[in-house]
């Protein structure tokens, strides 16, 4: 297996099975932690973590298929894709149709009652011309308004730091977005400006 990614939580690994490529995500064991609430943790995680990709692609949105799920370890499709950054820098036509198609999916994510909590360029990839969405290691079943709030300006953020057309993707992105949440859109972009003047978030 080779080691994709290693983060706080967990291990990626891409490995083989039936000659089929496929994702190994295994959440690592905390010494700093008692070993029996350690163990209850990451399994409870993992699972959450299954559930919200399940929901996800029941909302209609593109996320990896889980093959199979173990006590700490997720094993699901690989998605041989490029980082969203990455395609844009080399197709700065694409920015406003993707950004529009993102808003979309992150509008049917906050539907289904979804926050992702993590949503940056680095989870999100272009494949065959369309986007998924990865990493739902941080994510949880809300429906709030701060949660969804915090969910774009954490993705502002990101595409700010990392995209030259920054202004024409994240315009974009709105359109998409209002064009599912509807009315609740508003409710989650007026609490955006509450969330910086209050200082939970710095962006």
């Known amino acids: 297996m080779k080691i994709l990614s290693s983060g706080a939580e967990a291990l990626v690994y891409l ?11 295994v959440r690592v064991r905390k010494r700093y932690r008692v070993s ?34 173990k006590n700490h370890e997720i094993v699901m499709e690989y ?12 197709n700065p036509e694409e920015n406003e149709r993707l950004g529009e198609e993102l808003g979309i999916l992150v509008g049917r994510l906050h539907l289904a009652g979804i926050s992702h909590n993590d949503l940056t360029v680095a989870n999100v990839i272009v494949y065959e011309g369309k986007l998924c969405i990865l990493d739902f290691g941080l994510g949880e079943f809300s429906s ?60």
């Open 15 to 25: 490995d083989k099975i039936s000659g089929e490529k496929v994702i190994r995500k």
């Open 36 to 69: 029996e609430l350690d163990y209850k943790l990451r399994r409870a995680r993992t699972r959450r973590e299954v559930k919200l990709i399940v929901a996800a692609r029941k909302a209609g949105v593109r996320v990896p298929f889980v093959f199979d799920v």
């Open 79 to 90: 998605v041989p894709g490029e980082r969203l950054d990455d395609y844009l820098r080399r």
């Open 144 to 203: 709030s308004v701060e949660e969804r709030a915090v969910d774009l300006l954490v993705l502002e953020r990101s595409v700010r730091s990392s995209l030259d057309h920054s202004e024409l993707f994240l315009k974009a992105f709105i359109k998409g977005y209002r064009a599912i949440m509807g009315d609740e859109a508003e409710h989650v972009l007026k609490r955006i400006h509450q969330v910086r003047r209050r200082g939970r978030y710095h962006g």
